[in-house]
């Protein structure tokens, strides 16, 4: 019968065994022949003082496979792939399905095998992965009311600040404590967020406790309250220092809570 190949493939040709001689119309004379292309072919076959002739037509069974074009994606996101032109479906990740959805950590290149009831043919497609940017909005700050504050964000190539500026760096004035967030955006496309928050605090008020009344050659330890970081005249940084004047000393502590400060003594 009228038969067909598999693209890139061929299919051979049987005259029967049992002749003299064969004579096809591609010029072999053997029994069988493989041919690579479409067409009519005939074969002459000898037995004895006898002939006979037949033909048979041979076409080339295409499959029209077509897989997804390939795609960038940022790291963590998914990218949907598909491949058409048969009735079966087998990727190289092992799913079956005409569709799926890959989430490559790093560019890669899928394989499908796309089939149906005579042949098969194998396509690929290639997901290229930006990396995410490391998006950094900087430390978390506290200023004292009607100050204003500078914030910095790192990582990427652009920015997006929940104020609406569109700068790395942003000044603001808030008048109670805020959380402000930053999208950045790398040479790639992919955006990542942070957030940085801003205390403000109302004012700050130090005091000093502790024994002010010493023999000469004792110590006494003062303790500073009512602030975050201190400062005192010896220049030591701790909230409690101990002293051993040999006179009637002042000690002095200026403290504060970011940019609010109050001095005792």
Not at 5 to 12: L, Y
Not at 167 to 177: G, L
Not at 206 to 221: A, E, K, P, R
Not at 232 to 244: A, C, H, L, R
Request: net charge negative.
């Amino acid at each position: 019968p009228d038969t067909a190949f598999c693209s890139g493939s061929f299919v051979t040709l049987d005259a029967g065994a049992g002749f003299d001689s064969y004579s096809w119309s591609t010029g072999d004379t053997t029994q069988t022949i493989d041919v690579y292309t479409t067409g009519t072919y005939t074969v002459t076959v000898t037995l004895g003082t006898c002939t006979a002739s037949d033909l048979i037509k041979v076409t080339e069974h295409i499959l029209n496979v077509s897989v997804g074009t390939q795609d960038t994606i940022c790291q963590g996101d998914s990218a949907p792939l598909f491949a058409t032109g048969g009735t079966d479906y087998i990727w190289s990740t092992g799913d079956t399905t005409a569709t799926i959805s890959v989430s490559p950590a790093a560019t890669t290149t899928y394989f499908v095998t796309v089939s149906d009831s005579m042949c098969s043919q194998t396509d690929s497609v290639t997901i290229y992965v930006n990396p995410q940017p490391t998006a950094d909005a900087g430390q978390d700050q506290t200023i004292c009311i009607n100050d204003s504050v500078t914030l910095t964000a790192t990582g990427g190539t652009n920015y997006l600040w929940s104020t609406g500026d569109s700068t790395a760096t942003i000044t603001i004035q808030p008048s109670v404590t805020t959380t402000y967030t930053v999208t950045v955006t790398n040479a790639g496309g992919c955006s990542a967020t942070d957030d940085v928050t801003v205390t403000v605090v109302s004012g700050v008020n130090v005091s000093v406790s502790g024994n002010i009344d010493i023999c000469q050659g004792d110590n006494t330890t003062l303790s500073a309250s009512g602030a975050t970081n201190y400062l005192w005249n010896t220049g030591q940084t701790d909230s409690t220092i101990t002293v051993s004047p040999l006179a009637d000393s002042v000690f002095t502590v200026v403290g504060s809570v970011g940019s609010c400060s109050d001095t005792a003594s």
